[in-house]
């Protein structure tokens, strides 16, 4: 389930099951989106990337999707493992800029 | 190790106080960033370089704070008159010039706390 603390949601997930993050973006002139893996007193970590000509883009255990319609943005964790807990942020920019600009951020919580 | 690193790992410091912080980008990234985070939330866009160049300046970030490349490699962040609001983590990412420029890579960030 969902809880929201620290003005980030959490989800909790049991170990070896599928996670779901998902992400609102703000600015439908964006056409690179980014998810980051954020541990605690760590800077944030790329995990995958995707282009706004792409609706689907796979790496190893992780998925993102995009709907541009709705301006949606997931990533999807498979077989989740007690080290992808963590805050994970999703951020966007135009290919013409340089800044990313950061969503609020997804706490995720690996049951054992 | 090759990645984004920074310098010091924490501060604290008195209110009014003087600091500064360096960032090491990745070898041969033209493109430098620096970004503050704030507990909950993402990090905030500060300060862009290109080799040098400071090519564009937040709003957020005032007149206390100032930011230099001097010669297109390492960064420095200082804030002067420090104040209790800019607690913060302070955030410094590169990104090369050519192909995939706008992955930014993250080093692990500075956390000041001003009492």
């Known amino acids: 389930g969902e809880s929201v603390g620290l003005h980030l949601p959490t989800l909790s997930v049991q170990e070896g099951d599928n996670s779901i993050i998902n992400c609102a973006y703000s600015n439908s002139a964006s056409d690179y989106f980014i998810w980051y893996k954020q541990e605690s007193g760590k800077g944030p970590q790329f995990i995958i990337d995707?282009?706004?000509?792409?609706d689907k883009r796979q790496g190893q255990r992780v998925t993102v999707l995009l709907n541009k319609t709705v301006k949606h943005l997931s990533l999807q964790i498979a077989a989740t493992q007690p080290g992808d807990s963590a805050v994970y942020f999703c951020?966007?920019?135009?290919?013409?800029?340089?800044?990313?600009?950061f969503g609020s951020g997804t706490r995720l919580l690996v049951r054992p | 190790d090759t990645g984004v690193s920074q310098d010091p790992r924490h501060k604290i410091t008195k209110r009014g106080q003087n600091v500064t912080f360096r960032c090491d980008p990745i070898s041969e990234h033209n493109r430098l960033y620096w970004y503050r985070q704030t507990l909950g939330q993402g990090p905030e866009f500060l300060t862009y370089f290109q080799n040098e160049a400071q090519l564009e300046k937040s709003r957020l970030l005032s007149d206390r704070f100032s930011a230099e490349r001097p010669k297109g490699s390492f960064s420095t962040l200082e804030i002067q008159r420090t104040e209790q609001g800019d607690s913060a983590m302070y955030l410094c990412a590169s990104s090369p010039d050519r192909g995939n420029s706008e992955t930014q890579y993250f080093g692990p960030g500075t956390r000041l706390l001003v009492l």
């Open positions: 995707i282009r706004s000509n792409m």
């Open positions: 951020a966007e920019t135009a290919l013409s800029s340089y800044k990313l600009i």
